[in-house]
């Protein structure tokens, strides 16, 4: 069965780094874009950045700078490295891939399981 496993994230102060990364697992017939978002506690899930197979990228303006995403396409992993940590960079991460399964030949967009991420001032 098709699915993102995560790892990573935990709990660091502020200034602090972690790296994320997610594997997409399974049978996949392609993978196109990879991505990860977040979602503080009541607000909605917002995008931290994307890429696509060929490594264009797109951040959102609170990360960039700081935070680097890359892909290994041989292996369906994308990671997100995260540096100059703040408090408000708070959240649980979320893995996202937009892809092909080989059975059903049907694109769809998978979702991981999630992991936390605390910065503490």
């Known amino acids: 069965q098709a699915q993102l496993v995560e790892s990573g994230g935990g709990l660091v102060q502020a200034g602090g780094s972690l790296r994320l990364s997610c594997t997409a697992a399974?049978?996949?017939?392609?993978?196109?874009?990879m991505g990860w978002y977040r979602q503080i506690l009541g607000k909605q899930r917002e995008l931290v950045a994307d890429i696509s197979p060929d490594g264009s990228t797109n951040y959102a303006d609170s990360v960039k700078g700081r935070f680097t995403i890359s892909r290994d396409n041989a292996k369906n992993t994308v990671f997100l490295q995260m540096n100059s940590l703040k408090p408000e960079d708070t959240a649980v991460y979320y893995c996202?891939?937009?892809?092909?399964?080989?059975?059903?030949?049907?694109?769809?967009?998978?979702w991981g399981q999630g992991t936390q991420v605390t910065v503490s001032a």
């Open positions: 996202s891939a937009v892809g092909i399964p080989m059975s059903p030949m049907v694109p769809q967009t998978y």
């Open positions: 399974g049978s996949f017939f392609s993978i196109n874009a």
